[in-house]
């Protein structure tokens, strides 16, 4: 059965660091893409980043590129958003997602949340002062 479960979000002042995880359940890392996504109040959930099965493709939306690093730990069955220089605008509940079959979906500079088939409950992260 799969099963992801996120970690790590909380309360954090602008310019701070946040580190989230994302551990799963079912499968092996090296065999399904997990993303990362995130939604906001009143907006559609936005994917931020992705990595390959393979390990060999990572993706970053541009709101987050420079600031947010994913990473994955073949032993802990763990993925990993580091999240640095953070802004109010961060502010969401963040989702870790997977598919066992169409990857990191990118359309158009887009990373589809439509493609993921299993969803964990979520994480909130809050930067505020």
């Known amino acids: 059965q799969v099963q992801l479960v996120e970690s790590g979000g909380g309360l954090v002042q602008p310019g701070g660091s946040l580190k989230l995880s994302c551990a799963v359940a079912?499968?092996?890392?090296?065999?399904?893409?997990v993303g990362w996504f995130r939604q906001a109040p009143g907006k559609e959930r936005e994917g931020i980043s992705c990595?390959?099965?393979?390990?060999?493709?990572?993706y970053y939306a541009d709101s987050v590129k420079g600031r947010f690093t994913i990473s994955a730990d073949k032993v802990k069955n763990t993925v990993y958003l580091q999240m640095n220089s953070l802004k109010p605008e961060d502010t969401a509940v963040y989702y870790c997602?997977?598919?066992?079959?169409?990857?990191?979906?990118?359309?158009?500079?887009?990373?589809?949340?439509?493609?993921?088939?299993?969803w964990g409950k979520g994480t909130p992260v809050t930067v505020s002062t």
């Open positions: 997602a997977t598919t066992p079959t169409r990857g990191c979906t990118v359309v158009r500079e887009t990373l589809l949340y439509q493609a993921m088939d299993y």
């Open positions: 079912g499968f092996t890392l090296d065999q399904y893409a």
């Open positions: 990595i390959s099965g393979a390990f060999d493709k990572i």
